[in-house]
């Protein structure tokens, strides 16, 4: 079983949509929680950063975390075609060790 | 955009060749993670260096190797390529203490 799990999608959705983009993962040491988007041959550009469970907002974006059951989500509120992208989910154990571990990412599109 | 710069941008090597790609970091950040982004995969940790040393390795052999110069700029080196090898290479910068890594847009390495 993979440390952290996520649908690669794709996922296709009409411009003005909610979107939910989801992680699970097996580690209960993971205590940082991170969404990364990623556009087509660019690097990895941070979007949301949480530390504990509940969710966190910023604009269209809302971060939610449940370590009970190891899953985390993104939701995207009035989607853009600009939002079209790779989400990925990153997380990060406790500690001195900054690794990350990332899901697969999920493809999103969205049509204008 | 992040203060993370990498070069070069693109790389085609032949097996068993030997490449070196390099990473300049935000400016006041201290730590440097390299990953690996094989096609449609997540980022892999590859290793991270913090002041100049190694702090922490993923499960990557010891072809794979790098430096921190005392401006916390970076490189990584891979001795005898392999076609697996071809990939997206990320660096990500930080600073000591803050779990925030900033990514750099990327070295496309090409293994024929």
């Known amino acids: 079983q993979k440390e952290v799990e996520q649908d690669p999608g794709p996922l296709s959705v009409p411009e003005g949509a909610i979107v939910s983009l989801n992680c699970t993962y097996s580690?209960?040491?993971?205590?940082?929680f991170m969404w990364y988007r990623q556009y087509s041959r660019k690097g990895p550009e941070l979007l949301m950063y949480?530390?504990?469970?509940g969710n966190k907002e910023d604009g269209r974006f809302t971060a939610q975390v449940d370590k009970s059951s190891k899953y985390i989500s993104l939701f995207i509120r009035d989607s853009q075609p600009s939002d079209s992208a790779t989400y990925l989910c990153a997380l990060r154990r406790g500690g001195s060790n900054y690794k990350l571990t990332f899901g697969k990412g999920t493809l999103l599109t969205v049509n204008p | 955009e992040t203060g993370v710069t990498q070069s070069p941008t693109h790389l085609i090597k032949t097996r068993g060749q030997q490449v070196t790609l390099r990473c300049s970091s935000q400016?006041?950040?201290?730590?440097v993670s390299w990953y690996q982004q094989a096609l449609g995969q997540g980022p892999q940790f590859i290793f991270q260096?913090?002041?100049?040393?190694?702090?922490g390795r993923g499960n990557f052999p010891p072809r794979f190797s790098g430096l921190q110069f005392p401006n916390y700029s970076s490189e990584l080196n891979v001795n005898a390529l392999e076609l697996d090898d071809s990939a997206l290479y990320l660096c990500a910068s930080s600073s000591g203490g803050d779990e925030t890594q900033y990514f750099g847009p990327g070295t496309r390495l090409l293994v024929l």
């Open positions: 260096y913090y002041r100049e040393e190694e702090n």
């Open positions: 949480t530390y504990s469970s």
């Open positions: 400016s006041g950040h201290n730590t």
């Open positions: 580690n209960s040491a993971f205590q940082y």
